[in-house]
């Protein structure tokens, strides 16, 4: 049975829709629970970089991460750009995950201990992460297409509740057919489970050309269509990202918002960087252990994620994402303290319900406070503020940690981001940026 809705002046919004949509998550959960936070960077470290430069093997990382990152933050706001010109969100979104899956497959196809090997696994993984990260751009533009704004968080953290569970998924598979490498005093790997790790990256590339499929197939494109601009597409795209400048300062909430965003995203992304990095040095986690930490963490980030993003519809936003990040706080001086792993299990618990309280809120907070008709630019700015920060976040992290010798030094750094994160979200007027963009949609209805 469908239950229809309604967005603005927009042809009616099929349940099936939305749960398509919010489907996305389900498939690139998988890509950063695995090759970004728990398995891959830890792999890469350890058995792709050569033995003469493992002593380097955080920085080489955290340079994989932050190029990415950086390739993403220069790009998301011309692609956003063409997409609200276009009205054509899906042959991006297309051409993101293809790409995405394509580069993934490569990250398992390379030579370990090699230098060859090594600047292989980089550029791979440079390029997938960059198309998994800048997929979001045309991803989240749909958000207020699909729900108005007493709705948006509650799909918002329902979609990012239903991509841990999708995280979660793949992690059990590997974790059941034994695909998880396990090394020895000397970091070697045998040569029958060097062929079994080979498999993960696979794995995330068919999860999530699968379970995409539904919201590129099946939602329906709603932004209005014009034709390429007498510039072309690529300057009028960057003709876009200037005329979006311009009409931000409109918007000054918004642009506040994003500034806050740029900053405690830094540090919720190096979080999840390293994570795994940190349990393994500190706490002498193996990967089992990793793997099954992430699987209770994952579990834990589904209520954070439906409470979080419940909130952000009844209680506010900001509000809402200002709580996460005093959470984050707590978690950022547990880390530092803890001696054992039952009390980094107890902090990691507390991170998951933060972590996904943070990102769904957030993504609602946007929709709420952008025009519908300018929401795949706005998102690609909000892009480019998360990613531009995590290009400093990660590589801090590892100059810090390789410098000191402290993984637990490099932790304490975080919170000083957290903090500036809450201070300038404390500028942010939540109804005068709702105001504003309900002032914004009457004109442009009455026109």
């Keep these: 049975m469908s239950v229809e809705g309604t967005v603005s002046e927009h042809p009616p919004v099929a349940a099936s829709e939305r749960v398509s949509w919010a489907l996305f998550d389900f498939a690139n959960s998988p890509f950063a629970t695995l090759m970004i936070t728990v398995f891959y960077g830890k792999f890469f470290q350890e058995h792709i970089v050569p033995a003469h430069l493992r002593h380097r093997a955080h920085t080489l990382w955290a340079i994989t991460v932050s190029s990415a990152m950086a390739l993403v933050a220069l790009s998301s706001p011309v692609v956003g750009a063409i997409a609200d010109r276009s009205g054509r969100k899906r042959p991006l979104l297309w051409g993101y995950v293809a790409v995405c899956a394509i580069a993934t497959v490569v990250t398992g196809l390379v030579p370990l201990g090699s230098t060859a090997g090594m600047i292989l696994a980089m550029s791979a993984m440079v390029v997938a992460n960059a198309a998994f990260e800048g997929g979001y751009v045309f991803y989240n533009a749909y958000l207020p297409e699909l729900a108005d704004k ?3 968080g509650k799909l918002s953290g329902s979609a990012w509740a239903l991509g841990y569970v999708g995280g979660l998924s793949v992690l059990g598979l590997v974790l059941v ?3 998880m490498p396990e090394s020895d005093g000397a970091h070697r790997v045998t040569a029958v489970v060097s062929d079994r790790w080979r498999w993960i990256p696979a794995l995330v590339a068919i999860w999530y050309v699968l379970f995409s499929l539904p919201l590129l197939l099946h939602v329906r494109e709603r932004a ?3 034709g390429a601009p007498p510039d072309g597409w690529i300057r009028g795209g960057f003709r876009g990202v200037r005329e979006t400048v311009r009409a931000l300062r409109g918007y000054p909430d918004l642009v506040k918002f994003l500034v806050a965003y740029l900053v405690f995203t830094d540090a919720l992304e190096t979080v999840l960087v390293f994570t795994a990095t940190f349990s393994s040095e500190v706490l002498h986690f193996t990967n089992d252990d990793n793997a099954k930490l992430f699987l209770v963490l994952n579990v834990c980030a589904i209520p954070g ?3 979080f993003g419940r909130l952000v519809d009844r209680w ?3 509000k809402s994402v200002a709580t996460t990040l005093v959470i984050w706080l707590m978690v950022v001086a547990g880390s530092v303290l803890v001696q054992t792993k039952a009390q980094f299990l107890a902090v990691g618990v ?7 309280g943070t990102q769904a809120a957030s993504r609602a907070v946007v929709s709420k406070f952008v025009p519908q008709s300018e929401s795949a630019r706005v998102f690609g700015f909000m892009t480019l503020a998360g990613r531009a920060s995590a290009v400093f976040g990660p590589l801090v992290y590892g100059l810090v940690a390789d410098a000191t010798g402290s993984i637990r030094a490099a932790v304490g750094t975080v919170s000083l981001f957290f ?7 404390a500028r942010v007027n939540a109804p005068r940026a709702l105001a504003r963009v309900e002032e914004v949609e009457r004109a442009q209805r009455e026109a």
Aim: aromatic share 4%.
């Design 150 to 152: 007493n709705e948006a």
């Design 177 to 179: 057919f034994s695909l």
């Design 224 to 226: 209005p269509r014009h």
């Design 305 to 307: 994620a439906l409470v």
């Design 316 to 318: 506010g936003g900001v």
């Design 350 to 356: 507390l991170a998951a319900l933060g972590v996904g």
């Design 419 to 425: 903090i500036a994160g809450l201070l300038l979200l």
